[in-house]
């Protein structure tokens, strides 16, 4: 397998071969706070197949081993790596592949810490696009 991404303005763009090791929704309280999202879809590959195309991102360490990477520009969370939770891997957002359709989750982890109304997510009116479009 071999996939391209990159964030929202393009500055930052990746390639990653192999196959995943992973392919997850994270319900942990630093992939909300990271992302301002409910939970986030990752898919891990080794590092060695992982390259950095075009760009330099920004990096966060908020604790221990975890580094952030993201875009300086446009904000787009884009890879996370702890060589020790995760050896040998960089966790990739799916929804930052070119084609994130190709990599659908398989498990929930970190359900511990999920949000409780997501539980219900299911229950909720849907729209094709905005209401009143």
């Keep these: ?3 391209e991404g990159g964030c929202r303005c393009g ?8 196959e995943p090791a ?16 409910p939970m986030v879809a990752w898919a891990a ?12 991102p920004g990096r966060y360490n908020g604790e221990g081993a975890s580094i952030r990477h993201f875009c ?3 904000g787009t969370p884009l890879w996370f790596v702890n ?8 966790d990739l957002p799916i929804a930052t592949f070119d084609d ?5 989750p398989e498990v929930q982890i970190q359900v511990a810490d999920r949000i409780t ?5 299911a229950d909720l009116p849907e729209f094709e696009r905005y209401p009143g479009e």
């Design 117 to 121: 109304w997501m539980s219900g997510i």
């Design 45 to 56: 590959f080794p590092e060695a197949g992982f390259t950095i195309l075009s760009g330099e």
């Design 72 to 74: 300086p520009t446009c």
């Design 100 to 104: 994130p359709e190709v990599l659908a």
């Design 83 to 90: 060589a020790q939770v995760l050896p040998g891997l960089v």
């Design 11 to 18: 500055a930052v763009r990746y390639r990653v071969e192999g």
């Design 1 to 3: 397998m071999k996939l």
């Design 22 to 37: 992973h392919r997850a929704l994270c319900h942990c309280t630093d992939c909300r706070k990271s992302s301002g999202a």
